[in-house]
């Protein structure tokens, strides 16, 4: 809407995108939502992408890989290994291998979407998706934490062993709000959050560049290769923190997992 | 246009709030997570880990092999040590046990050549003697027919005469040589 008000706006003045950019109209509207959005088209073509090439890698199952088992091997004996095995250890962090395997790359894919020409949109910029993930991390951690210690894991999650008795009505309400109330809104709000100010100055960056390339000032259009040289900077960070942030969000809900299963010894 | 611009304000503001998530794209996720979830329990881990299992038994099973190559190998080896140990050491004993018997042999033969050229030397002596003795003998009996022929025809004659004594030896001298030479045919 802003979009169709801006040219009549007065063209000297540089009006940035805002978060209301973020809401791209809906490929397919209906009723009084949204409808059906770019990002759930994202979505749905993650799913299939991550499903398709890892079935590909790993269907020929041979013992000396080619090129794309090799691959997918890597690739999922990163998650395997490095996250898996290395954080819950023992000898049954192989259970929990495919939600963080599905987590890191359903994550890893959506966020790289924001990097790829055209597409140039992180699913997770809109905080639904992220909501959702983190849900699952919730519910996961605490129902393994229950499975694994019975209805005392609430007690071993709040109260620290090895305090001293007067310390305990500061630390337990302090562990309490911790671990059951700020861990998924942190866990979700991260993600979303380093998406969405990515995408925003992504945006930024592109609407400036063209605002500098159409004013008559000859100083005002070389200035935008200043910007450009910017926003290739800011884009390849981008890329970089869309990894990053895939793996972190993996890497934390690994270490919730292991502190569920671990409670009586934390 | 006034128009159209608040209501794109309210509008905005409605949406806003980034952190009010939209209902239908958190389904989208929930479901599209849930199906790759799906496939990745299915199909996904299940293929990845059974290579990996197939691997690690191969990788495992060749060293096992190679161990027990290596042991048998070494094995063989051992034996054939002590087996060339053994055959020195025959070859060793065969050796002296030649050399030893071949100093016997020796020895047996010198004895017994030794002992030949005695017994020859012996035979030879024992001959000699018994000729000597025969010859004694038969000497001995001849010089005393001789003597005794002689004596006999001496005394028989006259020794007065020389001319006649002279006649006398040369008839025993005539009778010796034709005595010799009907001795001889």
């Known amino acids: 809407m802003i979009a169709l008000a801006l040219p009549a706006q007065d063209s000297g003045s540089f009006t940035p995108p805002g978060i209301d950019e973020m809401h791209l109209p809906a490929i397919l509207p209906w009723g009084a939502h949204d409808g059906f959005s770019k990002q759930m088209l994202l979505v749905i073509l993650s799913v299939v992408i991550i499903a398709t090439f890892f079935i590909l890698a790993a269907r020929k199952q041979q013992l000396v890989p080619g090129k794309l088992q090799f691959a997918g091997e890597m690739a999922y004996g990163f998650v395997r290994n490095s996250i898996a095995k290395d954080i819950i250890g023992g000898k049954d962090f192989i259970k929990y291998v495919p939600l963080l395997f599905s987590l890191f790359f359903f994550i890893l894919v959506n966020n790289i979407y924001g990097a790829i020409p055209v597409i140039q949109l992180p699913s997770f910029s809109h905080v639904g998706g992220a909501y959702v993930m983190a849900a699952i991390v919730y519910v996961t951690w605490i129902a393994i934490g229950l499975k694994k210690n019975g209805i005392k894991y609430f007690k071993l999650a709040t109260v620290p062993s090895g305090v001293p008795w007067y310390i305990l009505p500061i630390v337990v309400p302090i562990e309490i709000i911790s671990n059951f109330l700020v861990r998924p809104v942190t866990h979700s709000l991260r993600l979303f959050a380093t998406m969405l100010a990515g995408h925003l100055i992504v945006m930024l960056a592109g609407s400036g560049i063209e605002f500098l390339v159409m004013q008559e000032n000859v100083l005002l259009k070389g200035a935008s290769v200043l910007v450009l040289v910017g926003a290739i900077a800011m884009y390849m960070l981008e890329a970089l923190i869309m990894a990053l942030q895939a793996y972190v969000f993996t890497l934390l809900t690994a270490i919730y997992i292991e502190g569920a299963l671990h409670a009586d010894s934390h | ?185």
């Open chain 2, 1 to 185: 246009m006034n128009q159209l611009i608040i209501s794109a304000a309210t509008e905005g503001e409605a949406k806003g709030n980034p952190l009010i998530p939209n209902v239908w794209e958190m389904g989208v996720v929930l479901v599209g997570f849930a199906v790759l979830m799906y496939i990745v329990v299915k199909f996904v881990v299940p293929m990845f880990e059974k290579t990996f299992a197939e691997r690690a038994e191969a990788i495992e099973g060749g060293i096992a092999k190679a161990e027990a190559a290596q042991a048998e190998a070494s094995a063989a080896l051992e034996e054939y040590k002590q087996q060339l140990t053994d055959a020195r050491a025959e070859a060793n004993r065969i050796r002296e046990e030649a050399r030893a018997e071949g100093a016997q042999i020796l020895a047996d033969l010198k004895a017994k050549a030794a002992a030949e050229s005695a017994r020859i030397t012996e035979q030879a002596h024992a001959a000699i003697e018994s000729e000597r003795q025969a010859a004694v003998v038969s000497l001995r009996s001849e010089v005393g027919t001789l003597a005794t022929t002689l004596a006999g025809r001496i005394v028989g004659e006259a020794l007065t005469d020389d001319e006649r004594a002279a006649r006398v030896v040369d008839r025993f001298l005539a009778d010796l040589e034709t005595q010799s030479a009907g001795a001889a045919k």
